[in-house]
């Protein structure tokens, strides 16, 4: 099998022809940056250059395409695809790593946002079900039910509770304090202690950290088996910092098992365009008259574009309660067209591609 690895020592970059044209979907990431723009066109023309030595593709070949060809990539042109590559995902890292976002939401506070159906979920879960909060901070709303369930509030008999995974994109330090109202650091610094010792002495049967990556970087079956998921909490996490909505949505859904719920909040920091024309100002979209606000959809009108779930609650800032209905996920795929990423989480502007007219 060809390895789409970067080549070893005096090693020639033989890579996919398809994969260099991939290096395309980057484009919407780093629309705003000039050196990757550069850097786009230079491994565009190393691709050409590739291809035309090796005596391209014939006119036969378009039509009948033939087993996946393979371009030599010139040295030089190495470091380029890896620079490019490597983009990926790095404006959205930076933002996370710096923990500049609210990372102690407690059980109250998902319960007042979420409302009474939150509360029956947690009310409903049991010995062999799965509780995935993505994007969960110093965990503080499952610890919190972790405290309750020692007080019998929601699971009688501690025996009988469920697992329950946290992911932490980026484990926060004393050093991330930020001011908030009502948060000091006194508060801040006795939630990472909370935290650091219920990853030592909690079970990992019981309560799992998964933290150091993106969503999207960590494989489903680390997190649960897809379909065995009874409930899953999206808090301003995933959903609401990701530069991959589709990718990151479709890895929640499926983790769902048939009849289980899911409770995002994206934030009304995300548009979602069925489309944009290429070369639209998307600073006029920003802008207090917003020349296509009528084509602009909300939440709600996006998700019943997926396949697979019923949205039972939604609200047009960002708040979803939905249930899964098939094994069968299907989110449409989306497109990224602009990240600014100076205040968490991120103003964030998506089309549907291919666009939908």
Do not use: W
């Amino acid at each position: 099998m060809t390895s789409n690895s970067p080549p070893k020592n005096n090693e020639k970059a033989v890579y996919p022809l398809q994969y260099s044209l991939g290096l395309m979907k980057y484009v919407p990431r780093l629309i705003s940056a000039n050196e990757n723009q550069n850097l786009l066109s230079a491994v565009l023309i190393c691709v050409f250059l590739s291809t035309s030595s090796t005596g391209g593709a014939s006119e036969d070949s378009v039509k009948t395409p033939p087993s996946p060809k393979r371009i030599e990539i010139p040295a030089y042109c190495e470091p380029l695809i890896a620079r490019l590559a490597e983009n990926r995902g790095k404006k959205i890292s930076a933002v996370i790593e710096s923990n500049r976002f609210q990372v102690m939401r407690g059980l109250k506070k998902h319960e007042d946002f979420f409302g009474p159906p939150f509360s029956r979920m947690l009310a409903r879960l049991g010995k062999g079900d799965i509780l995935v909060d993505v994007g969960a901070g110093t965990a503080s709303a499952l610890l919190d039910y972790e405290d309750e369930i020692k007080f019998g509030r929601y699971v009688k008999n501690p025996e009988d509770r469920p697992e329950v995974v946290s992911i932490i994109a980026s484990l926060p330090t004393k050093e991330h304090y930020t001011p908030l109202p009502g948060i000091s650091q006194t508060d801040f610094n006795r939630a990472i202690n909370r935290l650091s010792i219920a990853m030592t002495e909690l079970s990992p049967n019981d309560f799992r950290v998964l933290h150091g990556r993106l969503l999207e970087d960590i494989p489903i079956e680390e997190i649960a088996k897809p379909g065995t998921v009874a409930g899953l909490i999206d808090k301003v996490g995933a959903c609401a910092y990701t530069e991959n909505l589709t990718e990151d949505l479709s890895k929640e859904i499926s983790l769902l098992k048939e009849g289980g719920e899911g409770f995002l909040d994206f934030h009304n920091f995300t548009q979602i365009y069925p489309y944009l024309e290429e070369g639209f100002d998307l600073q006029t979209v920003l802008g207090a008259r917003n020349p296509v606000q009528d084509r602009k959809m909300s939440i709600p009108q996006f998700l019943s574009h997926v396949q697979g779930i019923k949205v039972i609650d939604a609200d047009q800032f960002g708040r979803v309660y939905f249930i899964k209905t098939s094994e069968i996920v299907k989110v449409p795929l989306l497109r990224l067209r602009y990240i600014d990423d100076e205040t968490p989480p991120p103003t964030r502007i998506f089309t549907f591609d291919p666009p939908l007219k």
